[in-house]
């Protein structure tokens, strides 16, 4: 039987009902898992709350952990998890191919992975047509910046501050987020241009993202310009008139930033952005890596949001639910100057995950996620907008369907981000109320909200409360 579970943190909120029972708890007591942590596992896999989660079955929106304790999980295993934990189709895909064939090798064909490849294809637009398969995002994105470089036969790539694009020695020029930074030489040939933020960036105004909640940032400008916007694309302008040669390999952006906190940028930026570095050769690379799969709701990919059609689409997280996969894909001519050499993927594209993606598309459909997320992100943004209203450390409140950032201050007209300290607190007391939510943001100043796509407006209304509750605590401390 699940345990009844009294939190430290009291809350008048009542947790959505739930009809799945997970299995009784039969591994190692918490104390011999830490032990094992401390002493098997590398310390670099770090686990953030003080008393780290020791969770034990996923169903849905829902996790359970060792003592029974249920949460609703709003970030999804960072925003990996998108149609649900455990979901029935995706895991009786699995074991249906677990049981027919596991693995064989690229060099043969095999019927999953032609027809995920047709099945995943036909959801991009012309030419976007041709994919090859890896197993994470970070690979992905490596071999983008690869086939960007074949492709032009130009090295120099741009990113924006605060993107966040993989952890290899090459990616990790990409990324543009100093915790993830080592004091070893990385990257070659990236260069990072100001990130058109306008919450935090030095312009911006209440109509500048493409949003259902705008900043609190006044705004002068007329109907159809957009002063920021213009602002930032000087920048952009700047960065490629003295920081890169006169030809380029590519540009590469999330539509909208995830680990730096769901931060949004201009309208138009993207789309100004990719004419001029198409002006330079250089081609445009759309990391999809959280906001594909139908998460912006409006739109099924992130990059359909600012009206543009990249050159490379990075996919991962999403794509597998959980399992270990991601894709690039691109058009016929980019994808052929790979082929020039051999280039192998052991486990990339293999008949396991192929299944795994193939349900994980149906999935989305049949339970209309897309439009889930649309309509339940809506509901929370507009939720947290009326909590940003209430409480002065609430920031900024800022995404699009199921990709919601909620940047913490010490005060609105400062923007100075709320100290470490005290974000854990507010983060720790969720945690404690049964919510689970993400940190993120350059100064970690940032909750993320990106849950399971499958979450509703009842499961939307106790994390408000949670929510609120967390904030009021924090106002009595103070």
Not at 207 to 227: F, I, L, M, N
Not at 315 to 322: D, E, S, Y
Not at 333 to 348: M, T, V, Y
Request: with cysteine; net charge positive.
């Amino acid at each position: 039987r699940q345990q009844k579970w009294k939190s430290s943190v009291s809350t008048q909120a009542k947790m959505p009902p739930c009809d799945f029972l997970p299995e009784k708890y039969k591994s190692y007591p918490y104390e011999r898992m830490q032990q094992i942590r401390e002493q098997n596992i590398s310390p670099a896999l770090r686990t953030y709350y003080k008393k780290p989660l020791l969770l034990h079955q996923g169903h849905m929106q829902w996790l359970f952990d060792y003592e029974g304790r249920r949460y609703l999980d709003l970030f999804a295993g960072i925003v990996t998890v998108s149609v649900g934990h455990c979901h029935p189709k995706v895991t009786m895909a699995a074991q249906k191919q677990l049981a027919h064939l596991w693995h064989t090798t690229n060099i043969y064909m095999h019927p999953s992975i032609h027809e995920y490849a047709e099945k995943l294809t036909s959801l991009l637009p012309d030419p976007l047509k041709v994919v090859y398969l890896t197993n994470s995002g970070t690979e992905a994105n490596d071999l983008a910046m690869f086939m960007a470089r074949l492709y032009t036969r130009n090295f120099d790539i741009i990113t924006l501050r605060g993107g966040y694009h993989g952890g290899s020695p090459s990616t990790l020029g990409l990324t543009s987020v100093g915790s993830y930074k080592y004091a070893v030489a990385s990257g070659f040939g990236c260069s990072a241009t100001m990130l058109p933020d306008v919450f935090r960036g030095p312009w911006g105004g209440s109509h500048c993202r493409d949003s259902p909640v705008q900043t609190v940032r006044k705004c002068s400008c007329s109907e159809g310009a957009c002063y920021a916007n213009n602002q930032y694309l000087e920048q952009f302008k700047d960065t490629l008139n003295t920081v890169v040669p006169k030809t380029l390999a590519g540009f590469i952006a999330e539509p909208i930033q995830g680990v730096n906190g769901a931060v949004q940028y201009p309208r138009r930026f993207l789309k100004e952005a990719y004419k001029l570095v198409r002006e330079r050769g250089g081609v445009c690379i759309s990391d999809e890596v959280q906001t594909g799969f139908g998460r912006t709701g409006s739109h099924f990919w992130g990059f359909q949001t600012h009206d543009v059609v990249p050159d490379i689409v990075t996919l991962a997280k999403g794509i597998g639910n959980g399992f270990p996969m991601a894709a690039v894909v691109t058009t016929k001519e980019i994808a052929s100057s790979l082929a020039q050499s051999l280039h192998f993927n052991s486990f990339g594209g293999g008949p396991l995950a192929c299944a795994v993606g193939a349900a994980v598309l149906d999935a989305i459909e049949e339970d209309g996620l897309q439009k889930n997320c649309k309509d339940v992100g809506t509901y929370m943004l507009l939720e947290l907008a009326k909590l940003r209203d209430k409480f002065e450390i609430v920031g900024d409140v800022r995404g699009k369907g199921l990709m919601i950032g909620v940047e913490m201050v010490t005060d609105k007209d400062s923007r100075r981000p709320l100290p470490n300290e005290e974000m854990s607190q507010i983060w720790e007391d969720c945690k404690d109320m049964g919510v689970l939510i993400g940190r993120g943001g350059l100064y970690s100043q940032t909750f993320r909200i990106k849950p399971p796509m499958c979450i509703t407006k009842k499961d939307v209304d106790f994390a408000m409360e949670v929510f609120h509750t967390a904030l009021q605590r924090h106002a009595e401390r103070a």
